[in-house]
């Protein structure tokens, strides 16, 4: 659609079509309160050239002609551009899913809901984008295969030895019935090959249907490791679940129940990550025990392997950040320090970061650092997605919800530098 009215200066046309000196012919009337406003309305067939009531002598008229000639091609050339609609990128969303290959730096997203904010038209989606990493362009990915259905809160874990993406449960309806399925995405990064989508079938008995839980991936075992959770209605869980072979290659994928010892209780909308060298997940905030907490709690031996999982809390020095639910964390293993952003509590929705210091629990007093101020920061959100690149020490955030956002949720890209605090 073409709104107002394009404008040109008079003295132009003046110039062009004004009296001529060299003609005996009577000149023309004066022109200075000659209106040329091309006038664009809601159609390009109606394209008006006003010009006003004056006499010219031919050459003049000529050249007059010439130049409105010339100005209505012009005219045309910009409406047509005008109309012209240019989108990249998904579209708003949040809950859903994102992964990282740190190699080439490309970031992998999946599903998520359109709006909370628009319950008359809901909308799961079932695409696949992947964000370069250095340019910040997003290429929409067709990927082969049965897709799985259109889904949020489910999780999402990347193994960037065999370049597969292993996504696991989530909400199919907006947000009900919840499933259990996995599937996992090849080629996930573009390279190897056309990505295509292939669904497990895993052995032994399966966790519950859930939405909104964590899961986080050993890489060395090729093992994920999932807790928590919603049933999609009222029952939030407390179990925690591996999944073997779980990028579908080595032998069948097969769940295992863990029995840890100690117990944070049931959550729901909590984050995690995990520490590889001292096998542990580490899981922050969320409803644990039925409010929003900003509890840090750590499972050791949590792949299953190596001796009993066990359940510690931490008890950080410092300030300690808020309470939240839905935050994200991302973690650098190297210096053993995890990164959070966002989420919400009573007060609305986040925009702050912190770091913790010794995570895991090993090697001094883990404790809490906010980072900031900052002269130019994301708006605050929750359920939004973050993934972390050591080699850069940045972390890159995706969508979510927001206050401001017109339908609630967003499709912004924010990159935060020194994402670790040094």
């Known amino acids: 659609m073409i ?4 404008e040109y200066k008079e003295d132009a046309l003046i110039g062009m079509c ?37 006499k010219m002598n031919r050459r003049t008229n000529r050249r007059c ?27 708003p969303r949040f809950d859903h899913s994102a992964v ?27 695409d696949v984008w992947r964000l370069n990493g250095a340019t910040l362009a997003w290429t929409r990915v067709n990927p082969n295969g049965t897709r799985p259905t259109g889904r949020n809160g489910h999780s999402a874990v990347y193994d960037p030895g065999s370049n597969r993406m292993v996504i696991f449960g989530g909400g199919l309806g907006f947000s009900s019935p919840c499933a259990n399925d996995v599937w996992v995405l090849k080629h996930a990064n573009g390279d190897g090959g056309k990505p295509a989508w292939t669904q497990l079938n895993p052995g032994g008995g399966s966790p519950a249907p859930r939405l909104r839980h964590t899961a986080v991936y050993d890489s060395t075992n090729n093992r994920m490791i999932v807790f928590g959770g919603n049933d999609c209605f009222s029952t939030n869980f407390g179990d925690v679940w591996v999944l073997s072979n779980a990028n579908g290659l080595g ?10 010892s ?11 990550v995990y520490d590889p060298g001292s096998n542990s997940m580490i899981v922050f905030g969320g409803t644990l025990g039925g409010s929003a907490t900003n509890q840090v709690w ?25 309470g939240r639910n839905e935050p994200r964390a991302v973690y650098d293993a190297n210096n053993n320090l995890m990164t959070i952003f966002g989420g919400n509590n009573a007060t609305g929705a986040l925009g702050d970061v912190w770091v913790l210091s010794n995570a895991n629990g090993s090697g001094g007093t883990p404790t809490w650092t906010q980072l900031g101020p900052f002269s130019f920061f994301a708006e605050a959100r929750t359920a939004h997605s973050a993934v972390y690149n050591p080699s850069t020490n940045s972390m890159t955030i995706f969508g979510g919800i927001t206050e401001t956002t017109t339908n609630g949720s967003t499709n912004d890209v924010w990159v935060l530098s020194h994402a670790n605090g040094k």
Not at 3 to 6: D, S
Not at 25 to 46: C, I, M
Not at 251 to 260: A, D, F, H, I
Not at 262 to 272: H, I, L, V, W, Y
Request: proline share 10%; net charge negative; charged share 15%.
């Open 262 to 272: 100690g117990s944070p209780g049931t959550a729901e909308d909590s984050t995690a």
């Open 65 to 91: 002609f010439e130049l409105v000639f010339a100005l209505v091609l012009v005219l045309l050339a910009q409406a047509t551009m005008a109309q012209t609609w240019t989108s990249a990128g998904p579209l």
């Open 251 to 260: 032998g069948t994928p097969t769940w295992k129940q863990l029995n840890p």
């Open 298 to 322: 750590v499972l050791s031996n949590a792949n299953g392997l190596g001796g009993t999982p066990t359940w510690t809390q931490l008890s950080p020095s410092g300030t300690l950040p808020p």
């Open 3 to 6: 709104t107002g009215a394009f």
């Open 18 to 54: 004004g009296p001529d000196t060299n003609t005996t012919d009577p000149p023309s009337r004066d022109l200075s309160r000659t209106d040329v406003r091309p006038k664009a309305e809601t159609s390009l067939n109606r394209l008006y050239l006003t010009l006003g009531d004056f």
């Open 100 to 126: 990282l290959d740190s190699i080439t730096n490309r970031m992998i997203t999946f599903g998520g809901s359109n709006s909370p904010n628009n319950s008359s038209q809901p909308k799961n989606f079932n």
